[in-house]
């Protein structure tokens, strides 16, 4: 694999000011075929093991995170990331086909807004994004600001993010294409319509391969009203009524707070996207590899839809949910036939918890393949078990059928 070689700031902004964005975007389709991708969001383990790592049953991988520092890209403490990142890149001996990427973000991550606001400082991020991409080797980029136009955990966001993102994207199309091998650019975008108010979807979409959509968290971790975190299954406000659930989701809507009265789901952000001319090739859909729990939940409905007395247990890595909760006689699993979703209650306890396991992840793969989207992807790697029969077990099974 050959690298373009690093040339000065103020060179290479004319050099991608020059190119053409959408050619490598479109051979890079392409090349990928009609298999979906498999993409995992990585973030290191304490025990770090790149060696044990199954990359060969994913197609991208992608680590996290980067932050915008300075208006630059880079890693807090690069002295320990940097190696982590290198020894990850490796794991393509692996797999040779293995794409491995680069999270920018994340979750109460800051700086976006104050970077993309100019052309100059768009440019500073762009050319230290470059620079990071060709040091480390990789194979493409992930931005995961949260969100533009919409501040996220007291994120900077202004009217402005709107236009500034699509350029930002635009800039970085621009960047990855000046190099020998094709670049895959990748963004989370939410599993909410009210995101979708604040970027120009079908403009971003030229630029980007993939929207990795995070349909999961559609429960927050502040809610303390219980339902279904990341359900695959579009579940209307009518199935619900009737239920504490229903009736926070219709004040928030009467309020004006929310533009739609009904539970989120994968098919319902789905349609929407494609109603809105997303081409349905590169919309990915979420898995989470982790669940919510919350305590004092009444038995009315097994817990699903009810007014809680907070959380238990803000997330759990589905490696503990495995561990502790699946073998306790106390928890019984059910399963919401509309929802598409799995969920645990504990009655003499007062515990429900949602979640993803491998019945409910094989179904978002195969949901995936039959609508022809570009894959399925998962927050994150780490939280799944590392026993036989995990969560990237059952994707994996479920793409080869």
């Not at 999270?103 to 109460?108: E, R, T």
């Not at 209307?236 to 533009?259: C, M, N, Q, R, Y």
């Not at 409905?301 to 502790?324: D, E, F, P, V």
């Amino acid at each position: 694999m050959k690298f373009p070689i690093i040339v000065p700031s103020s060179i290479f902004f004319l050099l991608v000011s020059c190119s053409a964005p959408e050619s490598r975007n479109e051979e890079f389709h392409e090349e990928q075929g009609t298999d979906p991708v498999i993409m995992a969001y990585y973030v290191p383990e304490r025990d770090y093991q790149p060696e044990k790592i199954p990359v060969e049953k994913l197609t991208h991988i992608i680590y996290s995170f980067t932050h915008v520092i300075d208006g630059e890209m880079k890693f807090g403490k690069p002295e320990v990331a940097g190696p982590k990142l290198e020894a990850l890149v490796r794991q393509k001996e692996r797999n040779p086909d293995l794409k491995v990427m680069i999270a920018c973000g994340g979750w109460g991550a800051d700086g976006f807004s104050d970077m993309a606001l100019t052309e100059e400082s768009r440019a500073k991020f762009i050319n230290s994004a470059h620079d990071f991409i060709q040091k480390y080797q990789l194979d493409g980029m992930d931005m995961d600001w949260e969100y533009p136009g919409i501040s996220g955990a007291g994120t900077k966001a202004r009217p402005e993010d709107t236009k500034n993102f699509t350029a930002l994207m635009k800039g970085l199309r621009e960047m990855l294409d000046t190099f020998e091998s094709p670049k895959v650019l990748t963004f989370a975008s939410a599993g909410w319509k009210r995101y979708y108010d604040h970027i120009e979807v079908n403009e971003v979409m030229k630029y980007a391969n993939y929207t990795n959509v995070m349909t999961y968290d559609q429960v927050s971790g502040v809610s303390i009203y219980t339902g279904h975190h990341t359900p695959l299954g579009d579940v209307t406000s009518e199935e619900i009524v009737g239920t504490p659930f229903h009736d926070h989701l219709d004040s928030l809507f009467k309020a004006g707070e929310s533009p739609d009265p009904n539970p989120e789901s994968v098919e319902k952000i789905v349609t929407f996207l494609i109603s809105e001319g997303v081409d349905p090739k590169q919309i990915v859909i979420g898995a989470a590899f982790y669940g919510r729990a919350w305590k004092g939940v009444p038995p009315v409905n097994h817990g699903l839809y009810q007014l809680s007395r907070g959380l238990h247990i803000g997330w759990s890595a589905y490696h503990h949910i495995r561990k502790t909760f699946e073998p306790d006689t106390n928890y019984v699993r059910f399963w919401d036939e509309k929802a598409k979703a799995p969920f645990m209650y504990n009655e003499r306890d007062s515990i429900m918890i949602s979640y993803d396991d491998t019945v409910s992840v094989a179904l978002k793969t195969r949901y995936a393949m039959d609508r022809q989207l570009g894959g399925i992807m998962f927050w994150e790697l780490g939280n799944d078990t590392k026993e036989r029969g995990s969560l990237l077990d059952a994707i994996y099974e479920a793409a080869q059928k």
